[in-house]
T-cell receptor, first 114, second 118 residues
Framework: DTGVSQNPRHKITKRGQNVTFRCDPI?????LYWYRQTLGQGPEFLTY????????KSRLLSDRFSAERPKGSFSTLEIQRTEQGDSAMYLC????????????FGSGTRLTVV | AQTVTQSQPEMSVQEAETVTLSCTYD???????LFWYKQPPSRQMILVIRQEAYKQQNATENRFSVNFQKAAKSFSLKISDSQLGDTAMYFCAFNGRLDRDSNYQLIWGAGTKLIIKP
């Protein structure tokens, strides 16, 4: 297992376009998390899944954001009608159970909305 | 709400020196887990060290060690013999809940930018 994989690494899109990111977690991990991170800040929680169930979603998250994890394996994060304020690094992480052993992060997808 | 505070936005030390990064947190839980993560510039977040709250012994990982004071809700990270490769953002986190209706997940501090100078 090569860890958590995120694709693409970089995405530049025009304002108003839709974008989709993919995350492949460590296969043994049943939890998958999405975070957003801007420069110099800590990770901001977006949502997380346990297996295929989306257990929690940030109340601050716009309804333009949606995530899926079909069959409890990989996950996708879609942003519709992108805005310049969506420009950030989008991080995916996975963990066993409640994350007592920590999370394993991917390298992130950097989104730039122009 | 459960929170994590890192009071040092940025620190800078000379190579080979020892540096301590501070972290305090707020929780009413009795058992939880604490973490320090490192994020080098333009690179991914990696786990540095982990501490179980029910263990009194401080965790150590090579040059990295923690000073865990449960009563004071303090969890500082000490880096001995600092190296240029230690330059990174360091985030403190613990396994808690964002609010009473949330599930358990990592609660993050804002980070400390550590610069190791040659």
């Amino acid at each position: 297992d090569t860890g958590v994989s995120q694709n693409p690494r970089h995405k530049i899109t025009k304002r108003g376009q839709n974008v989709t990111f993919r995350c492949d977690p460590i296969s043994e991990h049943n939890r998958l998390y999405w975070y957003r991170q801007t420069l110099g800040q800590g990770p901001e929680f977006l949502t997380y899944f346990q297996n295929e169930a989306q257990l929690e979603k940030s109340r601050l998250l716009s309804d333009r954001f949606s995530a899926e994890r079909p069959k409890g394996s990989f996950s996708t994060l879609e942003i519709q009608r992108t805005e310049q304020g969506d420009s950030a690094m989008y991080l995916c992480a996975s963990s066993l159970l409640d994350g007592y052993y920590g999370y394993t992060f991917g390298s992130g997808t950097r989104l730039t909305v122009v | 709400a459960q929170t994590v505070t890192q009071s040092q936005p940025e620190m800078s030390v000379q190579e080979a020196e020892t540096v301590t990064l501070s972290c305090t947190y707020d929780t009413s839980e009795s058992n939880y887990y604490l973490f320090w993560y490192k994020q080098p510039p333009s690179r991914q977040m990696i786990l540095v060290i982990r501490q179980e709250a029910y263990k009194q012994q401080n965790a150590t990982e090579n040059r990295f060690s923690v000073n865990f004071q449960k009563a004071a809700k303090s969890f500082s990270l000490k880096i001995s013999d600092s190296q240029l490769g230690d330059t990174a953002m360091y985030f403190c986190a613990f396994n808690g809940r964002l609010d009473r209706d949330s599930n358990y997940q990592l609660i993050w501090g804002a980070g400390t930018k550590l610069i190791i100078k040659p």
